[in-house]
């Protein structure tokens, strides 16, 4: 053993043994250290089996459980047994068919069985069984797939996945539905301008076409044909023929091209325009449905009356008038109605709000925001109790308050208007600012936060221009502002941050009494505010320049 590692340590270390040199004392040690590298060496791979092999029995037990996991979930052994039993119903089914046939057999035979031999009589039902069995399955193979149509099946509730907001999304859908109702927009503009007789020789001629054609009884036919007219034209059009008939002239509108490469505030402000004319265009949509609503549900009593009446004249012409007379005078009172009547209301506004019934009918009719004003105003008057000034209070009749008695109260947060600000009696808000216009003041020549920006609503009157703070007390008014709206010198729109896409949402006034203009930002509104101050003051400076011209 001690020379077969001689001769493997002479063989792999020749440097450190000359061959045929006889072994000394000191050569016992090198190899002792040979035998400890193969025995580290040994050592190192059988650590790695061991390693190998717990790592095969950690995926073995991983797949046990895996592999019990799926059978506890499918559980095969109930679905065999569930199996089994469908069949065994099945061949019981099949043995009670079976019995039931037999059964009926002979029931039948003594009826149906000829004056021959019993074997004769069972060859002919089996050809009458034959012909039965072909007929069945031609009739299955013919009309089997219309038959399949008709089965019942539960529908199913398919969820349609819903896109992510996206501005160019919003954008690109804006454009989509205003290019969708430009022919309804259009057809409609032709219809008003054929009732208003923009063009006299071309609603002269419509009027005369109509009106024959419904006294002959061919207005059906005629606006029948006017459709088919239409589509052929249409047809035309797509076929690349450039044919353009309209009563009201067109007006190109330029295209712009959809921009790429759009900045933050460019994307910002293509939100706010897109939100904006969605907000419109869906409030007047619900104003429709809800005076609709509101027409039904007997909401204003006298005018859902005068439907009701209606209808039931209808019903009752309906049944005693036969319908060709009917249709006769229906056409001619719309073509009247449509081509003289409304033409006659439209260019006499005083004689259409007096004898328009339907236009009465429908401006009359309250939205569901209208009927929640109209009940807190009454609530209002309900609850606040009459308040007497003076001589002003003399000449009312006791228990009613000066504003029952010009129709409203108009009242603050912290009480009445004229009292919060310390205005006379006869001083109140404008219609177009009755609830005021949330914003904040900024008053650039205060340097101490609390009193540079305030929250509040601000109001106009006929002579002041009044900013109520939210954060006054109720017996305060000293964080209030009042301003003359002869005293303002100069009046713009403001834009509080530049940074900020758009031209602003601020006010600035400018007064005598400071140094540095007086600025109403953060209101939404900010246009119909600005109309209506700057339309109150121009009235007021005239007035006033008007009385006093020195001045």
Known sequence: MILGIQDYTAVFEPGWRVQGETAGPGTLTMP???????????????????????????????????????????????????????????????????????????????????????????????????????????????????????RFQPEENTVEPEEPLSAKRLTENMRRLKRGAKPVINFKRNLFALSSWQSVY???????????????????????????????LNYLISRGWRIQWSIVPGVSEPVEPPKEDLTVSEKFQLVLDVAQKAQNLFGKMADVLEKIKNLFMWVHPEITRKLYVGLWVALICSCLIPYKLMGFMIGLYAGIKFFLIDFMFRSCPKLRDKYDTPHIIWTSLPTDPQLKERGGATLSRRIHPTVAH????????????????TGRAYNTKKGAFHEVFNLSGDERPLAVCENGWRCCLINRDRKSPTDYIRNGVLFVTENYLCFESSSCRSNSSKKNKVIKLIDITDIQKYKVLSVLPGSGMGISIATPSTQKPLVFGAMIHRDEAFEAIFTQYTKKVTMTTATNPET
């Open 32 to 150: 002792a250290a040979a035998i400890q590298d193969y025995q580290r060496a040994e050592t190192d791979r059988l650590n790695d089996l061991k390693g190998h092999l717990e790592v095969a029995l950690l995926e073995k037990h991983f797949l046990q459980e895996e592999l019990r996991k799926l059978r506890e979930e499918t559980n095969i052994d109930t679905l065999k047994q569930d199996l089994e039993k469908e069949r065994s119903k099945r061949l019981d089914l099949e043995h009670k068919l079976n019995l039931d046939v037999l059964k009926m057999g002979p029931e039948d035979s003594p009826s149906r069985r000829p004056r021959e031999t019993p074997p004769t009589a069972n060859g002919t039902d089996k050809q009458k069984e034959t012909m039965y069995s072909w007929l069945q399955a031609w009739l299955y193979n013919r009309f089997g797939a219309y038959i399949g149509d008709f």
């Open 202 to 232: 071309t609603s002269a001629f419509a009027f005369i076409i109509y009106m024959n054609a419904a006294w002959h009884g061919w207005a059906i036919p005629m606006f029948i044909f006017l459709a088919i007219l239409r589509l052929s």
């Open 390 to 405: 003076g001589s002003l209070g003399t000449a009312l009749p006791c228990g009613i308050s000066l504003e029952e008695q």
